[in-house]
């Protein structure tokens, strides 16, 4: 029997050509079961329609171990076996005259069906058990780090890069249990999360009243993920506002949850609600960045603009409504929230807040140890003048030093120059930690334009920041720049040396570098 629900074997009972003027309604409506699930499952063939898909396949499926624990854990309530379907949309068209036979990138998107039948009841209780749907193309939607799944159909494996939605069935699984197998599968794609396995974690009793927030900190401990959090309720102030904390989990590609109070007549009753975010929008023309600091924060020591002000919509799933919704970054008020978590790459001992903070303080002492030699540079100048107004932008993202070498190697900027000196890559290539956290630096025209920037600051990621309450100032600066691993700015490359019989006592040498304009910025649509 295979593990994952996705890879089990199916049988096509029909396939269907989605062309005009096949029509999702009728066909939804006219199913025995399907029309039983609700607007969760309309909104999946919303994105096949809006993916362009040109052929559904239905097929009955067997179980897995995935959905025979979900079976095991129904077993006293249920008096005969599940129905499960597999929907899978493709875009190559439908040839009623020959076997469905689909090229290897034609998969736009799968949803599993389960159909339970409880207490003898004549109808069951139907739910969409998983499904993930290729992400549509968008210039301004980012969903960072996206994992490939892999699919059995018609016996051949297909891969399919995305994020999975589950829906609950209101017994043995809630909101939180659906969303924390929503971003658990996706961070471990090719590992079976049952969800045995997250309420005996959550050491749940009644598995249809959901989750606490120290329910999901000991299963995210049980499935050893790094994260932050906090809770909300009852706090006089708060130091991290939520979206702030959102944030940091989907541009590190862990995603992050949301819980909230529900509200409106009888909102006591109404409880409480949870889901899960793994992308966001950009919105390039907002006004906010600029009119925070001009406006807002007069007399202020600001210091940067964070990459989040162009944040217009978090994307996530509702396992009431469906998956891939945007939701505006301020549509939760303040006290409806009870609280958020991120979830951060395994490795990394700081966060990125803990980060540009650090990454702020240390900007203007690192601009100054720069050679005047180099100020030829006209893009170097540009950012020494926007930091100077405290108008420069960060973006902070985990990476690994083999994929920031990467990243280095593959970067061209906008006129075109790339790093042709082997010597200095092979020097960073051996002395580049394993975990960094790299802080991109621009400015407000270029982020929100070309999604561009002028540098990168790359920090030790997986060292405790450790920076004593009781230092001094200048014992404070020098521990911070000691998590300093190197900084690239036009034209030029501040690099730590560590050599252990100064007493540990660092300091930066400086190498020229062929890139001395604006880049994309990582993980960004290359303009």
Not at 226 to 242: A, E, F, G, L, Q
Not at 266 to 281: E, L
Not at 297 to 302: F, L, Q, S, V, Y
Not at 519 to 526: D, E, S
Request: charged share 25%.
């Amino acid at each position: 029997m295979e593990s994952l629900a996705r890879m089990a074997t199916g049988r096509v009972d029909r396939t269907y050509g989605l062309t005009r003027p096949f029509s999702n309604f009728h066909f939804l409506s006219d199913h025995q079961f399907f029309k039983s699930v609700g607007c969760s499952l309309s909104r999946l063939f919303c994105e096949g329609r809006r993916a362009n898909s040109s052929t559904l396949a239905v097929e009955d499926l067997d179980e897995s171990e995935e959905t025979l624990d979900e079976t095991n854990a129904l077993r006293n309530d249920s008096f005969k076996k599940p129905k499960l379907w597999r929907l899978t949309f493709w875009s190559d068209p439908h040839d009623e005259s020959r076997p469905f036979s689909p090229s290897n990138d034609s998969l736009l998107g799968y949803a599993i069906v389960r159909a339970d039948f409880i207490n003898c009841k004549d109808d069951p209780v139907v739910h969409i058990f998983e499904s993930v749907f290729r992400k549509y193309a968008h210039f301004h939607n980012f969903v960072p780090d996206l994992p490939d799944f892999e699919i059995n159909f018609a016996s051949k494996n297909y891969v399919l890069p995305g994020v999975m939605y589950c829906q609950q069935n209101g017994i043995t699984k809630a909101c939180a249990q659906v969303a924390l197998r929503s971003l658990l599968a996706t961070r471990f794609p090719k590992r079976a999360i049952k969800y045995s396995e997250i309420n005996d974690a959550a050491k749940v009793k009644i598995p249809c009243k959901g989750l606490n927030s120290d329910q999901i900190r000991s299963v995210l401990k049980y499935y050893d993920v790094n994260y932050r959090d906090m809770y909300y309720d009852k706090r006089i102030s708060v130091t991290i506002p939520h979206s702030k904390l959102l944030y940091t989990g989907i541009e590190n590609g862990g995603g992050a949850l949301i819980g909230f109070k529900l509200s409106g007549r009888g909102s006591a009753d109404y409880g409480r609600h949870i889901i899960p975010f793994f992308g966001h929008t950009f919105n390039q023309d907002t006004w906010a960045p600029r009119s925070h600091n001009a406006y807002f924060h007069i007399n202020e020591e600001t210091r940067y603009i964070p990459s989040d002000e162009w944040l217009s919509s978090f994307i996530g799933h509702d396992d009431n409504f469906g998956s891939n919704y945007c939701i505006p970054k301020g549509f939760f008020k303040p006290g409806q929230v009870s609280y958020a978590v991120a979830l951060l790459p395994n490795d990394y001992k700081s966060d990125p807040m803990q980060i540009e903070a650090i990454a702020a303080d240390q900007l203007y002492s690192l601009i100054e140890t720069v050679p005047a030699k180099y100020y030829n540079c006209f893009w170097l100048e540009k950012l020494v003048e926007y930091i100077g107004r405290q108008d420069v932008v960060f973006r902070t993202r985990a990476i690994s030093g083999k994929k920031y070498i990467d990243h280095l190697t593959d970067m061209r900027d906008w006129e075109g120059h790339e790093i042709t000196d082997q010597t200095l890559l092979s020097f960073l290539s051996t002395n580049t930690p394993k975990c960094l956290w790299m802080v991109e630096l621009s400015i407000p025209e270029i982020f929100s334009t070309n999604y561009g920037k002028l540098g990168e600051i790359l920090f030790f990621g997986d060292q405790d920041l450790d920076l004593d309450a009781n230092f001094t100032d200048d014992q404070l600066q020098q521990a911070q720049a000691d998590k300093i691993v190197f900084m690239r700015l036009p034209g030029v490359m501040l690099i730590r040396l560590r050599n252990d019989k100064l007493n540990n006592n660092d300091k930066f040498i400086t190498r020229s570098c062929e890139i001395a304009s604006h880049v994309p910025l990582f993980g960004c649509p290359v303009y």
